[in-house]
């Protein structure tokens, strides 16, 4: 399936400025990444959000790739979806490691 993320690429560039600036200094490191990039590493062909989780000596990773569907929305909006599914990744993370509810 050919996905139509390209027309989108400038968002996505913004994206990864975004994030780049919010997640330094944190335990959590978020970089974006397109297709064809150095470090890409995705059969689906879309760009995704790389998110690692720090905890003590090591790190829980996720993808959030961002279909075309996620792309059509306004860029506050997508900014603050990945912002919303970074804090889940966190909770769980914080949940398995420390236990809790």
């Known amino acids: 399936m050919k996905h139509e993320w390209e027309k989108y690429k400038e968002k996505v560039l913004e994206l990864r400025e975004i994030f780049k600036n919010k997640s330094e200094g944190s335990e959590v490191d978020v970089d974006v990444f397109l297709p064809g990039e150095e470090g890409y590493e995705s059969e689906v062909g879309v760009p995704y959000v790389r998110v690692r989780y ?3 000596e090591h790190y829980y990773e996720r993808r959030i790739d961002l279909y075309e ?10 900014v603050n979806l990945i912002e919303h599914f970074i804090q889940e990744f966190e909770m769980e993370i914080d949940q398995s490691e420390y236990g809790g509810g």
Request: glycine share 0%.
């Open 54 to 56: 720090y905890v003590n």
């Open 69 to 78: 569907y996620h792309l059509k929305k306004d860029l506050e909006e997508l």
